[in-house]
Each structure stands twice: as C-alpha cells, then as structure tokens.
C-alpha cells in the first residue's frame, strides 16, 4: 500500500496529515518555551556512535549489532524500541557505564574525539529511579549535591565566544568566574528551582517511596534534572524520564527538555511509550529492535517510513505505540514477528534516512570539548560531604534513638546484674564477666548495626563518584567522621551507667582509662563492620562473615581459656583481637589500683595471671586497638575504592 503522508513544521507545534483514506490527522502545539536561564557556557557537543556491536562475554550474545547513530547539539533524541531492544544497552554505551561482562566494538566519539568514560565529567544523566538521600529537603539536597560543579568548575569559561550572547548569561558566567560563596550557590540553586518548579516543594523532606512520606514521583524527576542541571552539562541523558508519570507530569518534564535542548544541548533519552504529543516533541527518533536500528529520522518521517514500509497507521492511532507495536516480538507469532522485523530493518538500511545518518557521521569535524569537570579538592568535598553525612545522621533521630535507648537498657541490665560486687573471689570473677560483658556489648549490636546503614548509600555514592563529582576518600573520611559521634557517645554512656552500679574503682583516672577502651572497642568493631560492607555486595553476605570473625576474635579475648597456653601456631592470632586488648585494657584498669588493705598484691597478680594479662600492659592494649582501628578504617577504604571503580 502506498501511503503518502505530508508533515511540516509549523509555528510551535506540527501537523502532519496523512493523504489517503486511511487518514491521520495529528495536530500538536508545542508549549512555548519557557525561556532556559541557565545557558552559560554551554558548549556544542555532537555524540556519534559508528557500528556498535555488544556481545556477552560468557555466551557471546549478540545485544547490539552494528547500531550507528548521530545526536547533534540543540537536538533531542528519543531512544525507543519494544522491552529488550537494546535501548539501555545503547544507552550504557554512550555514557561507557554498566558494561561489565559485555563486549564491545565500535567507536563513540564526542566532538570527533574518542573519550571513553571521561565522557560522565562532561554530561549529566538523569535517572529512571534516582538515589538521593531520604532525610535531606529539596533545597538542602541541591545545595550540598554538587560541590565540584558549584564551586570551582570553569565551565563558564569556555567557548564563550561563540555561546554566550545575552547580558543573563554574561552576568551567571560573572557569578561562576567568582569562587562560588555561599550566597552565588544559593542564588543558582534558587534559579534552577524555579525554572524545574521545585519551589513549593523547596523545604519538603525527598522522603523514600513506600517507607518515609516525601516528595511526589514527578517533584523527585524534576528534582533529577535539577541534580544534572547544577554542573551546567551541555550533553544530557536521561533514563525512561518520563515512565511513571501522569500525562501532565510527563508533558512537563519533556518540555523541560525541550528547553534545554533550544538552548543548545544535546539529549539523548530512553522514551517509553510517549502519547503522540509528547512524540512530536522531539527532534529525532531512533527505534531499534532486537538490537538493530529500525530508524532514524524525525517523527514526521518515521509515520512516512513505516508507511512505505506498509505498516501505516491507522486513524486515531498513537504512532509511537503502533510502531512500537511493529517492532515487538509477538509471543504468538514469533515466526511472523521476527519476519516483519527483519524486513523493515532491512527497508530502513536502504533509505535516505540511514544513509543520511551514515554521510553525517562521517561528515563530523572534530571540534573543541568543554573542559571536564574538577574536583574542588578533598577539605571542600570532604568538608561538603561530611555536612550532607551529618544531616542525614541528625535527621533519622529513630536510629540514634534507637542506638542509645539500646545501649542505656543494657547499662541497666548489666548494672543490675553485677550489682556491687564484693572483694572476694567471686566478686572479682563477676566483676570481670561483666568487664567482658561490655566489650561484647559495645562489639556485636556496633559491628552489625553499621554493616545495614552503608548498604542502602552505596549505589549513590558509585554513582556520583562515575559522574566525577569527588574522589572515594573524601567521601570515606566523611561518612566515617559523621558516624564518628553515634558509634562512640552511646557506648560510652552505658559504660558510664554500669560503672558505679558494679562498683568499679572510680577514680577519675580509672573512669577516664575505661571510657578511653570502650570507645576503642566500639571503633574497632565500627571499623571493621565497615569493611566487611565495602567488601561484600549484600548485608547478609557481610553477616555470615562477621559472626564467626567475631566469634574467633571473642574466643581469643582471655575469658575462655588463658591465651598462653593455646597451642603457639594459634597464639599470635590474639594480638588480633579487639577483644583481648579491650578486656585486657579493662581488667588492668580495675585490678592495678585498689586502695583496699585486704587487696594484697598477691591476690592482684593471680587475678591477672589467670588470663596471662600483665599489669603494666594498659598502654599497649591502647596502642593495640588504635591499630586496629587504623587498619580496619584503611582496609575499609581500600575495599570501597576497588569496589566503586569495579561498579562502572
Ligand atoms: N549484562 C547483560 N548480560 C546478559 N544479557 C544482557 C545484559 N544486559 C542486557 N542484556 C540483554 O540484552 C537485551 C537488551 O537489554 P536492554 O536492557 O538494553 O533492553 P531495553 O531495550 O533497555 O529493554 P527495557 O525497555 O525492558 O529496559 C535483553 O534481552 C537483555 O536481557
């Protein structure tokens, strides 16, 4: 069937009349552009993909299969196709993300050059399901997101000569020139809020769908772009970003991106299912099937294409969805289906459009890159990720509650349970259950409480890292030091509880001596917790590991059995031990110095021989824990950092 079908363009929208019988008729206005302010220093970026192939490694499954493609400065690109096309695949390749166990040929090119994965410090993307940290507002969030981009970036410097033509521009680049205080972030945060429309929500909690109320879906997607447009990205990719939404919800976000296409970016987004006045709102379409491009072209041409490929679309009909439909694999009619598939790729390599497409790609100039986004430095990223750590830790009071409530019942409980103990025997081998006690105490519930707060930041942190926004340490450092205060204050308030309730020697000295140990302990089991969760990818996996570690380390501590007389290929393993130093350091601290005539140095020495601990040895249990505290928070880092780089 031949169907001829005219589409011009006209003033804010498109119509596009079918000739024959089978008459489309589809009119659309574009909403008029709600002017971009944020359009300083935006440099003109080409991406060109050229005969991408990606197999799997393993059974070297073909996933993409010779796709090649152009997305040009001010253009915004709808990457569609049925569910298992290759759409995010394509995606991930563009952006160099996600490709472990994948093979690839072909080149992706910015600007004629090859940049590999340098290609995220110049680009934004904005995510299907964006990570963002529950307890922060909207504003908050922003203020303290993009610490590079707000701070020292230059990309207000270049290429301005060609770019930046109004007065708004000169003046925001004048802003960004400035080393951004306070006040300029706060002014740029202020314009993109009011450009995404975030202001209403502005001082909303983000929240966590499904367990703390927050923002809506469609604020949260806003608040995606806003996250991207901060570091003033002049390509931008966006994941299915308007899936989920109401129609109006989507309409705005695609008109979001229409602006930001007009003022001379580039966008490349996964599109799913638009309605056909989103459609007609972009300026180029790529379907690809079963790992194919199907076509390439404008809206207007892929109704002409698919027409004269005989599949026109009928009356009232969504092009999107009917093409899309084309281009699926039936469950009923595999045979047919891949039949049809396989005649419109093959309609498509032999016409204008993908000829068109392979004359431009070789058509590309290699011109200037916009320079890639810069660190400000550890103290500023640090400094900026240690304020957004500690809101977070202030602002989920029900953890800190829940910690200290915890720890102040078990200082009761071991308080009352060794009640003043006497100065006979089995006083003093009470006393030293209930020494033991507390260092188990401040072990297991830290140890395994810490592995189940990291788990949940990971993904945004692999995330931001990818997009050059700090380096692993600063963010270590940070989270380390924010965590600081609620792994060390409450196990030193149960120590205290307990202390007079036992009857412990309570010189200020001693007191001091204690409180010193158990936060010590309390670090050494934070510390190593912690790096079992930089190590392993899931919390029960760190789990399974920490319970029979920690239970070696507490077997080795001197309770159960005196530690020099286990057989000498085991005995160094003690010096190991948090428990061994911590209970060591703790039973010392009693026993060296009672003020009691009765306590004879006799009696003293038998109770530390016991356990083999010598009376002088308090300082090195200090020394002791100190390491391993040090190399946990050090083997900690390094396991993130492997980790992090090996999640690209
Ligand atoms: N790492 C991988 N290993 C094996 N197969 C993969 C891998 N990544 C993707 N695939 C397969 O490649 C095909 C294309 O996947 P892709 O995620 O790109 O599709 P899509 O078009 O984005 O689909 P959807 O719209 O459902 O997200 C699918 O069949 C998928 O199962």
Redesign the pocket.
Known sequence: MNTKLSSKRFSGGYESVNTNSSKVFILFRRKKSTEIQINDGVTPITVTWENIEVK?RK?G?A??NRVSGIAKPGEMVALM????????????VLMDR?M???EKKGTVKVNGKAIGEKISLISGFAQQQEIFIPTLTVKEYLMIQRPAALTTTPRASVNTEEQVTDIKCTRLQAKLRMKANKATRIERVEEIMDMLGLQKCRNSKIGNPGLVKGISGGEARRLTFACELLSNPSLLFAD?PTSGLDSFMAATVVQIMRDLANSGRTLIA?I?QPTADLYFQFDKIIF?SL?RTAFIGTPEESIQFFSDCGHPIPKNFNPPEWIQEKLSVQPTDEMESYQRIKDIIQVFETTKFSKTSTIELQMIPSTKLPPFSENPGFFVETGALLKRASIDVVRSPAQMRMKLIQKIVMGLFIGSLYWQQPLDWRGVRNTNSALYFLIAELTFSTMFGIMTFMEHELPLIAREYHDGLFYVISYYVSRCLSYLPLFTFDGAVMVLISYWMIGLNNTWQQVLKSILIAVLVEQSATSCGLFLACLFETTSVAIAFAVPISGLFALLSGLYGNTNNFPVYIQWMQWTSWFRYGFEGLVVNQWTKIDNPKFSNFFRNFILDQFSFKADNYHLDVIGLGSIVLFFYVAGYVALLVRIRMSR
């Open positions: 799997t059974k499954k996933l993409l196709g049925a569910s298992g096309a290759g759409k995010t695949t394509l995606l991930n996600n472990k166990g994948l299915e996964i799913h690809l790992g």
